[in-house]
């Protein structure tokens, strides 16, 4: 899209009338180059590329020069994008006039910017033009124009005459190639913008100009928006601003309020976008949403902002122990189906009042090392499904709740017996299950297609006599409460069924049933 603003003045070079525009915004997407604005100079030399930008498109060496009328005020910025397909040199460069008070370039007052020179550390460089006759402004970074330059510019000159001229390859961040006080030339109606290429034959049609956005640099009056608040950490909060921001303000700890309880943060500091206020707090977050408030924050103009906030959310996340999460149904064998997909599965719980990350989890069963679970914010109280990446659509489709997909073999599971372990990085076990085909317990249903589920999910210690074959017709209830689901109370003490004396100073003791960890291991309970 073509944007400008057309002012009450018409300006005459020859025959031609040009209308003048306050801005001048052109990316060449409409294929043309002769209206919406209007550019004059060397017409039949240049033409529209297939990819949308201006390109120079002579045929045969020499110098050709394009320009476009404007209202270019003491306070403007230019941005365009220039790409040479070639290094530049003495004999090959280019000339970006900024502003220019006449078409013709030989006889003209004002500025411009010019890449090429002898050497491989080819620089922007700013020159004043004085009727034609140039003189040396400033020089930019060495190299940055030396080699098939495709940089992005933004220029600024302020009212009082000070030049800023920023660069970078287009994509990338700008680099600030120099600052200089110059004001011989006043801006104001009736100047020109344009390109100028000088060129050998080889390269006729290697110069390429776009998104040229040329507008008056407006006087900054309003005051910093506070934009985002965003929780990284559960006592680091970053304010995001939509604009460069004073340092003594930013800093204040007493200009920041989050809600609940939180307070004014212990610190306050100012990144090096200038934008972003890291806050630290004293008391970490919960899990839960909050309110960011700011007042009293300058712009770099000055302009200080009245009381804003911004809400953002935190999850706490935690680490999993032993039996905060319990695998609570099993699907080893599932074919024939009885109605779910034929595919093998495990269903885990979260019984705690933590947020877990999965990936802090692993898996494994007999036969396997322990593979890394994907990420996923687990809740309290939430089934959650596993099974192989390529089953994993499949399943979804029956399955209550999330089906998450994990790197294991689609037939990791045993048909008879296997063990299966969730462990934490470290190795710590959160729970174990040795199950065997010999643990269903309705006739048939050991062939295939229905689940094992655990009965009562508050006894995680107990084995074979709190699992059972799933009584849903279906085969199972992969994300969901379990069918087999109940309270039955485990009133049987646990009795010693074997003792193996392992050395001269050791015993193992086994049991009829699984104990609780911190009794089975009080040394005092044994004699």
Request: glycine content about 8%; charged content about 15%; some cysteine.
């Amino acid at each position: 899209m073509k944007i400008f603003r057309l002012l009450p003045t018409l300006f005459f070079t020859g025959l031609l009338p040009l209308t003048i525009f306050s801005q001048i915004t052109d990316n060449f997407s409409d294929g043309n180059f002769d209206q919406n604005p209007v550019w004059i100079g060397d017409i039949p030399q240049f033409k529209v590329s297939l990819a949308g930008e201006l390109q120079l498109s002579a045929t045969a060496a020499g110098q050709s020069t394009l320009l476009v009328a404007g209202n270019l005020p003491d306070s403007t910025i230019w941005e365009f994008d220039l790409r040479l397909g070639f290094d530049p040199s003495t004999q090959i460069q280019v000339r970006v006039y900024l502003q220019a008070d006449q078409p013709d370039l030989s006889l003209a007052n004002g500025y411009f910017l010019e890449m090429g020179e002898s050497g491989s550390s080819d620089a922007i460089r700013l020159y004043r033009a004085d009727s034609g006759v140039k003189t040396l402004l400033a020089t930019g970074v060495p190299g940055l124009a030396a080699i098939a330059p495709n940089l992005h510019f933004y220029i600024k000159r302020t009212k009082a005459g000070v030049w800023t001229v920023e660069a970078g390859i287009v994509g990338m961040p700008l680099q600030t190639q120099f600052t200089v006080a110059e004001s011989t030339w006043a801006g104001g109606p009736n100047q020109y913008f344009g390109w100028q290429c000088i060129y050998t034959i080889s390269n006729v049609s290697k110069f390429y100009l776009d998104n040229v956005n040329i507008r008056p640099d407006v006087p900054d009056v309003f005051p910093p928006v506070l934009t985002q608040a965003t929780a990284t950490q559960a006592t680091q909060i970053l304010a995001v601003f939509n604009e460069a921001i004073e340092a003594a303000s930013a800093d204040n700890v007493l200009h920041y309020t989050v809600s609940y309880g939180s307070g004014s943060p212990v610190s306050a500091a100012l990144l090096g976008d200038q934008k972003t206020v890291m806050l630290t707090l004293n008391t970490p977050l919960n899990t839960g949403s909050y309110i960011l408030q700011s007042t009293n924050i300058k712009d770099l103009a000055g302009n200080l902002s009245s009381q804003q906030s911004q809400s953002f959310s935190y999850v706490k996340v935690e680490s999993a122990t032993e039996f905060n999460i319990l695998i609570t149904e099993i699907m080893a064998d599932p074919s024939p189906g009885a109605g779910l997909p034929e595919v093998e599965w495990l269903e885990i719980y979260n019984r705690s009042n933590k947020i877990i990350d999965l990936s802090s989890l692993r898996f494994a069963d007999a036969s396997s090392n322990p593979i890394p679970l994907p990420s996923y914010l687990f809740q309290p109280g939430e089934y959650l499904t596993l099974t192989a990446q390529s089953s994993q659509s499949s399943l979804q489709a029956a399955a209550n709740g999330t089906v998450v997909g994990i790197s294991v073999s689609s037939s990791i599971l045993n048909n008879d017996d296997d063990v299966l372990t969730l462990s934490t990085s470290t190795g710590e076990v959160i729970d174990k299950v040795a199950y065997s085909v010999f643990w269903h317990t309705d006739p048939g249903k050991d062939d295939g297609g229905f689940s094992l589920e655990r009965i009562n999910i508050g006894l995680p210690c107990l084995g074979a006599e709190n699992w059972q074959s799933s009584p849903a017709t279906i085969g199972g209830t992969p994300g969901t409460v379990n069918a087999s689901n109940a309270s039955n109370p485990d009133t049987i003490q646990p009795r010693v069924f074997k003792i193996f004396p392992e050395s001269n100073n050791s015993i193992l003791v086994q049991y009829s049933e699984g104990l609780d960890r911190v009794s089975a291991t009080d040394a005092a309970a044994y004699q």
